[in-house]
Each structure stands twice: as structure tokens, then as C-alpha cells.
């Protein structure tokens, strides 16, 4: 048995694609479980630069099984889209990839609901700022059950009657939008067309990953967005309509949760978040300009802009503890180079009083005022710098002051988007 979880710690973007793509290598498998269409895995890959938005890093390194798993919600004609456009560039996907016939499905009623939701004059206070993928309503439609599966979608009567079932709940409220007979109509035609395509995929990857756990082999289960977009112990409601946390990957794959062996954390140097919602560290100076133009914090998704602010111990400490993270990967130092002073939040200020944990009030989060603690920079990190000897002395002491304040081992340094760009600090290996 030898499993992890790789997790994001902040609100997404850490730099999970990487570090799965790096140690996906030593992998057998990868398993996406959580999430949609909504996540953008930004990899290099042979000096290419890939986004995978569905489908698992690990699908870029030849050979290795990839698993999109219950809990993901699938739009079928962007997954049809990511293949098309992996196989043009040579990456095989066909008998590498296999999909849950228990995953829900994106439709394209669902997209309409969810801009619906964020352009809706009449309820200002409700945009969250998504990414607009019709994740929120689909997740919406599991719970309601009236949700259409992969496997579902694959029996031509019972998707037809679902279909009708769903149009007809949504009807009044598609029409201000819409029209109902071209959308139902482009729905039919759709599916026919990508049946057959999603037909090949599809299976019961329970029994998949669960007999690869028993043969001993090693899955990675990759999480989508962070630990701060978490449905339960996010920014609510300013998150995403899932758990990427760690604690989900047992019922979004369909293991047990005794057959996760390790977690990992992914955590890069600063931070940063996509959408509305409070982030008491932001900055909006020239500071925060700059770490968006250097660290290029643009959506990989929705291209937005990212805003940007210094490192928050609290977010941290906060999704080590969730999640059960005993190891940490630290992305993206090399962007902090050239900073005079770097500042790391320790403790919030709210109504006088100073708070160590992450406050759950969504009026106290707004009122919190961030104590920091000022560290000095450093100038610059060599290009080819492979082991911790090769940072400069303050960088090393930024490095250990943010493993002190997390808990976590940080047992990589990740310096760049290649694979070689890394820093492995912790020679055990992650595999147990
Ligand atoms: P949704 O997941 O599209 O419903 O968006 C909900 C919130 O999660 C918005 O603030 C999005 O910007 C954010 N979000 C969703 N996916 C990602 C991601 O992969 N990276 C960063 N933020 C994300
Ligand atoms: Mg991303």
C-alpha cells in the first residue's frame, strides 16, 4: 500500500500540477477527485506548456494510468475538447485514462445557471466569482438528485428522461436566458456525438483503484483548488461546491480512508486567490503588482487577474490541521527574489484583540487586521540551483521560519515550473 494525497493549502493555484507531474514520475497512477472543469494545472512539460483542466498531470508523463473519479463533475465536451488536444500533441490518452461511471456531468443548463447566479442585478451580494463552469449548479443538482451520472448518460432512454426531467424543473427559470428548444435540442445532438467518446472511458474506477491499492501499486489522488475553497472549511460562501481537502478522498474515489498513507500539502511563498471573498493579506500596492507580474497570477482557467499578498500562517496552520499534513511542498521562492522585505501574517488584530486561529464569522473576517512579521529578502536565486547550499542565506531563513509557523516538513522548494527547478529537502521518500 503506498498512497498520497496532494493537496492545496491556500486558495488553490499552489502549484499542484507540478509537484504531481514531478513526483508523478515515481507514481503508478493518478487519480483526480474532486472538482471540475474549474481548475487550471498549469505544467511544463519538454519545454511545452500544457493546462489540464480535467484530466491529471500525470497523463503528460508516457505510460501512467489517470483516474477522474466520482467525486469530479465532468463536462463532457470539455473533456472531449482536452483530449483532442493532448492527442494532437501526441500525448495518448485512449487505455490511460479511466473515467467513474458514478462522476455527475456539467450540462450546458448548468453554465447558464451559474452566470446566471454571478450576473444577477438582483442579488449583487451573491457573485462569488466563479469560474463560470457550471460547477456550483451541477454539485446543486447532485445533492438535489436529480443530478444525470456518466453512467446515466451512457444509457440513451434514461438520459433522454432525465434530460426532460431536469428541463422541465428548470424551464421557468432557463427561459429568461435561453431558449429551451435550441438548448435541448444542442444537448441531444451533443450527446450523441460524445457517447460513444465518453463510452471508452468510463468504468467502475472503485474496483480500479482499490486493486491497485491491494497490488501495492502507487496512485497519487490529486486535489483540485485549496483548502480555503473548501465547501465546508473555505471562505464560505466565496468557495468552490466541493472538498478538496483530503478528508473527501475517500468518498470521492471510493476507497477506504485507511488506504491514504501520507499527505502532502502544497504551499506557495506568498498568496493568492481567484474571485471574491475576504483574503486579509492581499495587497493592493505596488507590492502586489509586482508578485502578480513576476509570479504571472493569472487565472489559468478564466485568465483573470489573481490578487496577491504575503504569506499567511494562519490559512497554513489551518489546512495542515484539516487535511493531516505532515509534509509540505513550498512553490514559487524564486518569485519573492528582489523584495527588500518580506512580511509573513503570524496572528490577526480584530477589535483589539490579536487571533491565532483563522476566523470562521464572516463579519470578523472582515474586521481582521494582519500582524506581521517583517524578515529581510534576498536578491537572487541562482538558475541552476538544485540543493538548499545553493540559496542565498535569507531565502534558507524565509524557507525555515514559514516550516516553523505551518508544522508541516517542507520537503520541497519548488523554484520555477519545471521539474528540474526543485529543491528535494527530506531524502525519505514520501512513499511508505
Ligand atoms: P467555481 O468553482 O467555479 O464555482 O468558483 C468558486 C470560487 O472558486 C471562485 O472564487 C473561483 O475563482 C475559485 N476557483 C475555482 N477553481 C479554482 C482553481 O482551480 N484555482 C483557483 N481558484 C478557483
Ligand atoms: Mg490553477
Known sequence: MSTIAIVGTQWGDEGKGKIVHLLGKEADGIVRYQGGPNAGHTVVFDGKLFVLHLIPAGILIPKKICFIANGVVIDPLSLYEEVQLLEKRNIKVSGRLFISELAHLILPYHKILDAAREDSSAAGSRKIGTTRKGIGPAYADKVERTGIRVIDYLEEDTFEELLEQNLRLKEKFLQGF??????????????????????????????????????????????????????????????????????????????????????????????????????????????????????????????????????????????????????????????????ETLKVCVAYKIKGKTVTHFPNSRKLIKECTPIYKSLPGFKEIP????????????????????????GGKISFVSLGRSREETIRLDPSSLWI
Open 178 to 339: 435561453t431558449d429551451v428548444e435550441k438548448l435541448r435540442k444542442e444537448i441531444l445532438d451533443q450527446a450523441k456525438k460524445l457517447r460513444p467518446f465518453l463510452k471508452k472511458f468510463a468504468c467502475d474506477t472503485s474496483i480500479l483503484i482499490n486493486s491497485a491499492i491491494e497490488k501495492k501499486k502507487k496512485i497519487i489522488f490529486e486535489s483540485a483548488q485549496g483548502t480555503m475553497l473548501d465547501i465546508d472549511f473555505g471562505t464560505y460562501p466565496y468557495v468552490t461546491s466541493s472538498n478538496p481537502i483530503s478528508g473527501a478522498v475517500g468518498s470521492d474515489c471510493g476507497i477506504g480512508p485507511n488506504k491514504i498513507d501520507s499527505i502532502l500539502g502544497i504551499v506557495k511563498a506568498y498568496t493568492t486567490r481567484v474571485g471574491e471573498g475576504p483574503f486579509p493579506t492581499e495587497l493592493k500596492d505596488a507590492d502586489g503588482e509586482r508578485l502578480r507580474e513576476v509570479g504571472k497570477e493569472f487565472g489559468a482557467t478564466t485568465g483573470r487577474p489573481r490578487r496577491c499578498g504575503w504569506f499567511d500562517a494562519l490559512v497554513v496552520q489551518r489546512s495542515v490541521r484539516i487535511n493531516g499534513i505532515t509534509k509540505l511542498a513550498l512553490t514559487k521562492l524564486d518569485v519573492l527574489a528582489g523584495m
Open 383 to 406: 538558475k541552476n540551483a538544485r540543493r538548499w547550499e545553493d540559496l542565498p542565506l535569507n531565502a534558507r531563513r524565509y524557507v525555515q521560519y514559514l516550516q516553523k509557523l505551518s
